[in-house]
DNA sequence: TTTCAACCTGGAGCGCGCTCCAGGTCAAGA
DNA sequence: TCTTGACCTGGAGCGCGCTCCAGGTTGAAA
């Protein structure tokens, strides 16, 4: 509850305070409070954001597709279903990914043996 | 056996025209052959060398740490050594890419069940 | 009151891995 | 012989996702 500063929501979300700065400056994250002095305050849910932003860049969403969903998630609630499909496509990419990232680990694996077995 | 054209060499390895002349131009490919006229003509042997490349490039090595691996497999048997050092620690790293990419294809999941359960 | 680390803005710069382009050459088929 | 498409070289350009910088402001602790 409460607020975090820039550095606490950096700490917290894994992103550097550039790339905060960055996001909401894309138009990614909006509507960042400020303090009197003009400084960023972070909310829990501004948090809980930056958690999905976090999820969804480690599995390989560009930035342009994150806009995309939190523009839906700011039109309302009559955008679910859209966004709803949005991560249902993306779930169906990771999982390509993460089908290619096996197969061409198994390979290097089957490379390592090589090595053991001829060393 | 015989050899392959540029356009055949990156039909079976899947890297484009390109980026086949940029491997070769940052001597991460070397030595490959020409006919009279200047083409070029890709060997069993260099096929064999784009499908490893495919392989690390796929699991996310940069391709600074390839240079370093092609220059020691051209150094000699003697740099083995080093060479399964190397496949071994980038095989650490894309294991805990993986986890990583499990954890949060998870909460992707998660995600979307709750757009199913209140949808 | 002074200090100083954390923060602000706007905008330039960067590292990576290609990708594209201009202007020319080669070679196989009609 | 002519045409045409695949290929050549050197070098510029690009898209992404930050990252850094200059020059200034804020605010909590000493």
Same mark, same amino acid.
């Given at each position: 509850?409460?607020?975090?500063?820039?550095?606490?929501?950096?700490?917290?979300?894994?992103?550097?305070?550039?790339?905060?700065?960055?996001?909401?400056?894309?138009?990614?994250?909006?509507?960042?409070?400020?303090?009197?002095?003009?400084?960023?305050?972070?909310?829990?849910?501004?948090?809980?954001?930056?958690?999905?932003?976090?999820?969804?860049?480690?599995?390989?969403?560009?930035?342009?597709?994150?806009?995309?969903?939190?523009? @839906?998630?700011?039109?309302?609630?009559?955008?679910?279903?859209?966004?709803?499909?949005? @991560?249902?496509?993306?779930?169906?990419?990771?999982?390509?990914?993460?089908?290619?990232?096996?197969?061409?680990?198994?390979?290097?694996?089957?490379?390592?043996?090589?090595?053991?077995?001829?060393?």
């Amino acid at each position: 509850m409460s607020g975090y500063s820039p550095s606490e929501a950096a700490t917290r979300s894994g992103f550097s305070l550039d790339t905060l700065r960055y996001y909401e400056k894309i138009g990614l994250l909006s509507d960042i409070g400020r303090t009197s002095g003009g400084r960023r305050v972070f909310t829990d849910d501004d948090l809980g954001w930056l958690v999905l932003f976090r999820c969804l860049r480690d599995t390989g969403m560009p930035i342009a597709e994150m806009c995309r969903y939190a523009e @839906l998630a700011r039109a309302g609630e009559h955008t679910a279903g859209e966004r709803h499909a949005l @991560l249902r496509r993306h779930a169906e990419r990771v999982e390509e990914q993460m089908r290619l990232l096996q197969r061409q680990y198994d390979h290097l694996r089957e490379k390592i043996r090589f090595y053991e077995g001829s060393g």
